[in-house]
């Protein structure tokens, strides 16, 4: 993990606004600036890793609250019959710009395919 501060810390400081949807003890939900579905959220453990491998083996309990708020997020977002899709990108090939882990929540819509660039 390195020491530059993410453009993350300073929403969870509170530093730059963002609409939040839901926020624990540990974690902060708000919307994606540049929604991708009809529904996109992020959710962030207040706490900074570099992605979810290093969340993962640091502190396996605050993976689980990015998950259970998710799962939240999709419930207040009324998605959770109709489905939803949880994506943490992981460094450059995933597209992984925010390097503090985030987990996307996308609904809210049908969802089309991913994987291979233009593929
Ligand atoms: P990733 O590409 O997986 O690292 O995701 C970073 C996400 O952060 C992108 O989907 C951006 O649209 C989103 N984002 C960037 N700046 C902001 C912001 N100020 N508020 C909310 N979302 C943002």
């Known amino acids: 993990m390195s020491d530059a501060e993410t ?7 509170r530093e730059i606004p963002a609409e939040v949807v839901y926020e624990t003890e540990r974690v902060l939900a708000f919307r994606d600036i540049n929604p991708q579905a009809k529904t996109h959220v992020l959710v962030v453990p207040k706490v900074r890793y570099r992605n979810v491998a290093e969340l993962a083996a640091a502190d396996a309990g605050l993976l689980g609250e990015v998950i259970g708020a ?26 992984q710009t925010v390097f503090h882990v985030h987990a996307h929540v996308l609904g809210g819509e049908q969802l089309g395919f991913f994987g291979r660039y233009g593929g």
């Open 7 to 13: 453009l993350f810390e300073r929403i969870i400081a």
């Open 70 to 95: 998710a799962e939240k997020v999709a419930e207040l977002e009324g998605i959770v019959e109709s489905g939803y899709r949880v994506v943490f990108n992981t460094e450059s090939d995933a597209g």
